[in-house]
């Protein structure tokens, strides 16, 4: 589908004051506005022409405009906020038959479940339900073909650490394992209104045609947990209490967590787990 000619449409300053729609520090809300950064996210999520995407917390529609004026085969956007809702209705209008609006908390639903294959989500995530709702979707990651994200700068160099760094931890590990991560550009405070206080960044994940090396995401988080709650102490005794020899799979016992690769912390889950079941 080629990228349509956009309809005439209000700014978003106009829908916002139509509306009433007053940034809430409660639903983690910071409105992009910039159409040309709406843009700028749409196409770092590639050819979006056969795709259904998923967005969550479109706020007063950026993005969604943005994908819509892409070319995307359809946009579910899920919002809690009932203002919003009410707004976004007018650009389903625009759009017949290519913009769903699901009105929901993006934590409590099955996002696969929302629209057939190919998936994409594409979204500018609220700031305090980001993490979890990653470690969500990375639990059936296969179900999606690529995630384009924005997040807080410092939760993005999380995700994309390397082994050595003091931002590389249980998160990245969890996230490398099963997806490619890369960073895409940098979003400064004042893009948003109101401008948050920290800087944001966004990132593009595509999942694996398999995990990086064998593991279970129940072993892989005991090991992580109990290297990263205590990374400034030694394996030997941060994973003491799991009872793991590590000299048996080549790792050394003065290591600290940070200088694991991933590889490596799937090593430490399959044994756990071979232990954990008497083997």
Not at 142 to 147: Q, W
Not at 187 to 194: G, H, Y
């Given at each position: 589908?080629?990228a349509?000619?956009?309809?005439?449409?209000?700014?978003?300053?106009?829908?916002?004051?139509?509306?009433e729609?007053?940034?809430?520090?409660?639903?983690?809300?910071?409105?992009?506005?910039?159409l040309?950064?709406?843009?700028?996210?749409?196409?770092?999520?590639?050819?979006?022409?056969?795709?259904?995407?998923i967005?969550?917390?479109?706020?007063?529609?950026?993005?969604?405009?943005?994908?819509?004026?892409?070319?995307?085969?359809?946009?579910?956007?899920?919002?809690?906020?009932?203002?919003?809702?009410?707004?976004?209705?007018?650009?389903?209008?625009?759009?017949?038959?290519?913009?769903?609006?699901?009105?929901?908390?993006?934590l409590?639903?099955?996002?696969?479940?929302?629209?057939?294959?190919?998936?994409?989500?594409?979204?500018?995530?609220?700031?305090?339900?980001?993490?979890?709702?990653?470690l969500?979707w990375?639990?059936?990651?296969?179900?999606?073909?690529?995630?384009?994200?924005?997040?807080?700068?410092?939760v993005?160099?999380?995700?994309?650490?390397?082994?050595?760094?003091?931002?590389?931890?249980?998160?990245?590990?969890?996230?490398?394992?099963?997806?490619?991560v890369?960073?895409?550009?940098n979003?400064?405070?004042?893009?948003?209104?109101?401008p948050?206080?920290?800087?944001?960044?966004?990132?593009?994940?595509?999942?694996?045609?398999?995990?990086?090396a064998?593991?279970?995401?129940?072993?892989?988080?005991?090991?992580?947990?109990?290297?990263?709650?205590?990374?400034?102490?030694?394996?030997?005794?941060?994973?003491?209490?799991?009872?793991?020899?590590?000299?048996?799979?080549?790792?050394?016992?003065?290591?600290?967590?940070?200088?694991?690769?991933?590889?490596?912390?799937?090593?430490?889950?399959?044994?756990?787990?071979?232990?954990?079941?008497?083997?």
């Open positions: 589908m080629p349509d000619a956009p309809p005439e449409l209000p700014p978003l300053r106009d829908i916002i004051r139509r509306f729609i007053a940034a809430k520090r409660s639903l983690g809300q910071h409105f992009l506005l910039d040309n950064l709406c843009a700028r996210i749409a196409r770092a999520a590639g050819d979006l022409s056969a795709v259904n995407v967005e969550i917390g479109p706020g007063p529609g950026g993005l969604t405009r943005a994908l819509l004026a892409a070319g995307v085969r359809s946009v579910t956007a899920i919002e809690r906020d009932v203002r919003c809702v009410a707004a976004l209705a007018e650009l389903a209008a625009a759009y017949p038959g290519r913009l769903a609006i699901v009105e929901a908390d993006a409590t639903i099955d996002t696969a479940a929302l629209v057939p294959p190919p998936r994409r989500i594409v979204a500018n995530l609220p700031y305090n339900i980001a993490t979890p709702l990653l969500g990375l639990a059936r990651i296969d179900a999606f073909e690529r995630l384009t994200l924005m997040f807080q700068k410092e993005a160099e999380r995700l994309t650490a390397r082994p050595g760094s003091k931002k590389y931890g249980r998160l990245s590990v969890i996230t490398q394992w099963l997806a490619e890369a960073i895409e550009f979003v400064a405070a004042r893009a948003f209104t109101p948050p206080k920290v800087a944001s960044t966004v990132v593009s994940l595509i999942p694996r045609p398999r995990p990086l064998p593991a279970t995401w129940r072993a892989l988080e005991a090991v992580t947990a109990a290297a990263f709650g205590q990374r400034r102490k030694m394996l030997r005794s941060s994973l003491k209490r799991l009872g793991l020899e590590l000299p048996a799979l080549a790792i050394e016992p003065t290591a600290r967590a940070e200088n694991l690769s991933v590889e490596e912390f799937c090593a430490l889950a399959r044994a756990y787990e071979e232990k954990a079941a008497g083997r």
